[in-house]
Structures are given as structure tokens and as C-alpha cells.
């Protein structure tokens, strides 16, 4: 069964930049399409990007697209996270899982937060 571990947040004011990290155990990571999503207070967890098996293939919720890329490391078993121009409203716990399919169990995410 894979794990996942997510890392790299901290406090940003507007317009910083993050780059969050998914660290995954187990050798069927890199047969999965990845995403990220976050979760605000009060909020449900929503859709952030997606990124193929291969990293060949990318897609973005339209409220982080130009601003957010996601890529990947097989060898490193690693997914990432590059977020620049970050807003107030970027605030959340991120966390990485399959893109889509059959959900692995959740890590703890790591948190993002963005002063104005």
C-alpha cells in the first residue's frame, strides 16, 4: 500500500512563492496519475492539479492555472508542487493523491498560508 507524506509549506504573503512536496512509499507510485488538493477552513476539499503517470500530461483548476505547476519524480518516487503568486485565498492544507480511481489512504497534508 503507497503512503503518502506531503512537506514544504509555511506562512507566504501575497505574490510569494512554495514549493510543496509528495513523498510516496511503494512501488505502484509511478503507474499512478497524481493530483493535489486542498482543503480550506470550512470548506470541502477541492481539485488543485493533476499530473499524468509519465508527467507528460497536466491539468489545473482554472483558480491556479498560470500560477501553480505540478511535476514529478519517479525515481524519487516524489511529486511536486510549484506555486507562485500565491493569494490570500490559496490558504489551505494540501495533500497529493491518485489523480482519480480508487483513492490511496490520506496523508496529513501540509499546510499553506498566505497573508495579505
Known amino acids: 500500500q503507497v503512503q503518502l507524506v506531503e512537506s514544504g509549506g509555511g506562512l507566504v504573503q501575497a505574490g510569494g512563492s512554495l514549493r510543496l512536496s509528495c513523498a510516496a512509499s511503494g512501488r505502484s507510485f509511478s503507474s499512478y496519475a497524481m493530483g493535489w488538493f486542498r482543503q480550506a477552513p470550512g470548506k470541502e476539499r477541492e481539485f488543485v492539479a493533476a499530473?499524468?503517470?509519465?508527467?507528460?500530461?497536466?491539468n489545473y483548476a482554472d483558480s491556479v492555472k498560470g500560477r501553480f505547476t505540478t511535476s514529478r519524480d519517479n525515481a524519487k518516487n516524489t511529486v511536486y508542487l510549484e506555486m507562485n503568486s500565491l493569494k490570500p485565498e490559496d490558504t489551505a492544507v494540501y495533500y497529493c493523491?491518485?489523480?482519480?480511481?480508487?483513492?490511496?489512504?490520506w496523508g496529513q497534508g501540509t499546510q499553506v498560508t498566505v497573508s495579505s
Open positions: 499530473i499524468s503517470w509519465s508527467g507528460g500530461g497536466t
Open positions: 493523491n491518485r489523480a482519480w480511481g480508487v483513492m490511496l489512504p
